[in-house]
């Protein structure tokens, strides 16, 4: 089983609708989580980390559950530009140090 | 937020030559970097963990005499892909960790394309 899963898409959705992902660990001493947002040929940025009590920042929503150890990234009202690669980034511990480690990504199509 | 630089950001070279990455943090220092490749349509594979000042941690099924990791100062990591063959060709990404702390984000170079032919 992988450390860090999450369903590969790709996710093809019209404009203005409704999108949600999901990421599952296999670690529960997971410390930290992430949600990065990684377009074609870039480098990964930083969409929003996933607090316990979930947050929220204008469209989109990240939302964790440490007893089912899965976290989750809602968008609302989508628009063209959401259209990436979605990674979910879970902070591990390990035997000495804290180890990061991404999913292999939700690819995200919005269509006009 | 804070600024990684890579170079080069990208690299054709030929089959059996080495080829050396430079991942700096320009305004900010990072004891730790991360090293990650990435195929096409594949996610980041974590490569290494690069500290200052000591030996990188390489992860399972990477070659350390074959990915040279240095990093000798707080703001410089160098990745050296020694005898580089074609199917090293991939993209090339390094990350600063931002802090201390449970919650640190990785700051992220541009990435390097290397292509080996």
């Known amino acids: 089983r992988k450390e860090v899963e999450q369903d590969p898409g790709p996710f093809n959705v019209p404009e203005g609708a409704t999108v949600a992902f999901n990421c599952t660990y296999s670690n529960s001493a997971s410390q930290s989580f992430f949600w990065y947002r990684q377009d074609c040929r870039k480098e990964p940025k930083l969409l929003m980390s996933?607090?316990?009590s979930g947050n929220e920042d204008g469209r989109f929503t990240a939302q964790l559950n440490r007893a089912s150890q899965y976290i989750s990234l809602l968008i609302r009202d989508s628009k063209l530009s959401d259209s990436a690669t979605y990674l979910c980034?879970?902070?591990?511990?390990?035997?000495?140090?804290?180890?990061?480690?991404f999913g292999s990504g939700t690819r995200l199509s919005i269509r006009p | 937020g804070a600024v990684v630089s890579q170079h080069p950001s990208w690299v054709i070279c030929k089959s059996g030559t080495s080829v050396k990455i430079e991942c700096r943090s320009l305004d900010f220092q990072a004891t730790t970097m991360f090293w990650y490749r990435q195929f096409p349509k594949q996610s980041l594979m974590l490569m290494a963990t690069?500290?200052?000042?000591?030996?990188?941690?390489?992860e399972q099924g990477v070659e350390k005499d074959k990915f040279l990791i240095n990093h000798a100062s707080l703001t410089l990591s160098t990745l050296t892909v020694t005898s580089a063959h074609p199917e090293d060709s991939s993209f090339y990404i390094c990350s600063a960790d931002g802090g201390t702390g449970a919650y640190n984000e990785q700051f992220f170079g541009p990435g390097t394309r290397l292509t080996v032919l």
């Open positions: 996933v607090y316990s």
């Open positions: 690069s500290n200052e000042g000591s030996k990188a941690t390489y």
């Open positions: 980034v879970v902070n591990s511990v390990g035997s000495s140090a804290s180890k990061i480690i």
